[in-house]
């Protein structure tokens, strides 16, 4: 005898020749549960299908802008600052020149330069790769005071080309991100 055998959920046996046709999944389920589901008035159904879609569209939407904007500003940092905003272990400091270039980027106008004092050249190199992922213009000049050299200051301004804007995603945040091993395709 050759056919096909079900196993139940109580253990009973059912066994088909080929002749019978088995029973399907859903008539093997419960049938109020079932009805309920079937019985959903269809105008009911295509609202929330929409409105299901329209937030996945959205919310998926605005993660990809979001994801964009990081990387392109990632994308203008320099491949050796790149480096080294990875391996600094001064993510405070990172945090603080991104703070106060976000709050430079927002406050000013397109005149305005952004002058900060920094002596080691480690600490401007980050500095600069701040600038750089938020597409600004930076430069370091020497003060030279009676021809020694005195001090180096740091000038940041907006670049001719408008105003930058601001990802929703912060550096420090992508850099915890990529330390962490997470991914940006998951933001």
Request: hydrophobic letters at 35%; aromatic letters at 6%.
């Amino acid at each position: 005898m050759t056919g096909l055998i079900f196993i139940l959920k109580n253990d009973d046996r059912v066994h088909f020749t080929g002749e019978e046709v088995p029973p399907s999944t859903f008539s093997m389920t419960n049938v109020e549960e079932w009805d309920r589901f079937r019985n959903i008035d269809m105008d009911k159904e295509v609202n929330m299908i929409h409105a299901f879609e329209n937030s996945l569209d959205k919310r998926k939407g605005r993660v990809d802008a979001d994801k964009l904007a990081v990387l392109n500003g990632w994308h203008r940092v320099d491949c050796r600052t790149r480096e080294a905003l990875r391996r600094s272990s001064v993510s405070e400091l990172i945090e603080g020149y991104e703070e106060c270039i976000r709050t430079f980027i927002t406050k000013s106008s397109d005149g305005d330069v952004l002058e900060l004092q920094i002596q080691d050249p480690f600490r401007r190199l980050l500095l600069h790769g701040v600038c750089e992922f938020y597409n600004l213009a930076s430069d370091t000049v020497t003060d030279m005071n009676g021809g020694v050299e005195s001090s180096k200051m740091t000038k940041i301004k907006k670049k001719k080309r408008g105003s930058p804007q601001l990802p929703n995603i912060t550096l420090c945040h992508f850099l915890k991100m990529s330390k962490e091993g997470s991914c940006v395709h998951q933001i």
